[in-house]
């Protein structure tokens, strides 16, 4: 796929390290979040989702936190590996509707 | 299950003629969304199925574009005239009712207006 190139935000992690992602959304009648992982040449894929109702949800080897005072979503990788490099975006739910609103994503670089 | 399947995968063509990308959501799957992936623009929602119906169509850029879903297995963009800018990928992706928030994407047709 086409990431969204020169123009993302790009974080470099060591392999081992955990990465930390943002993101700020945008309505805060938003009742749903996912987080998708697109590598190059790949269609987004889902990787966690959190409902508005709650601040935390652990996956495998990730977490998302949700913020709503702040409007603030987090993906936290725990031991980044070579495999984790890709752009990750969060998406959005309004509280109608099934439409997601996908953010810009942000680039994620892991060095060996 | 295979996936969701686009085709072609890469299409160049040149401005003016008719462009028609092709999607085959996963077996059983109710939802159906097509996306535009560009480098200014990010992803965008352009249309998106329940039960083979058009629901939301706001997203579609102008009259060049439409789209169609004859059947629940088939679904089909079609852009004409092409015009550079309309230059982009393209995904579909589907989804089912109780995990319609799961939208599952294909690979995506990258499409070159020359």
């Known amino acids: 796929g086409e990431n969204v190139g020169l123009h993302l935000p ?3 992690v060591q392999e081992g390290d955990n990465s930390i992602i943002n993101c700020a959304y945008s309505n805060s009648a938003s009742d749903y979040f996912i987080w998708y992982k697109q590598e190059s040449g790949k269609g ?8 508005s109702n709650m601040d935390k949800r652990q996956g495998q080897r990730v977490t998302v936190l949700l913020n709503k005072t ?3 979503l987090s993906l936290q990788i725990a031991a980044t590996q070579p495999g984790d490099s890709a752009v990750y975006f969060c998406a959005e739910k309004g509280a109608a509707g099934n439409k997601l609103t996908f953010g810009g994503g942000t680039r994620v670089l892991v060095k060996p | 299950d295979a996936g969701v399947i686009q085709s072609p ?17 996963i077996s059983g799957h109710d939802y159906l969304f097509w996306y535009r992936q560009t480098m200014m623009r990010g992803l965008e929602l352009l249309i998106y199925f329940n039960n083979n119906v058009p629901i939301d169509d706001s997203g579609m850029p102008e009259d060049r574009f439409s789209a169609k879903m004859p059947n629940a297995s088939f679904s089909t963009l079609k852009i004409q005239p092409s015009e550079p800018r309309d230059s982009a990928v393209y995904f579909c992706a589907s989804s089912h009712r109780g995990l319609w928030n799961e939208q599952f994407f294909g690979p995506g047709t990258r499409l070159t207006v020359l």
């Open chain 1, 44 to 51: 987004p894929q889902f990787i966690i989702d959190i409902r």
């Open chain 1, 70 to 72: 702040v409007k603030h």
């Open chain 1, 10 to 12: 790009t974080l470099s």
């Open chain 2, 9 to 25: 995968r890469h299409e160049v063509t040149e401005m003016g003629q008719e462009v028609t990308l092709r999607c085959k959501p």
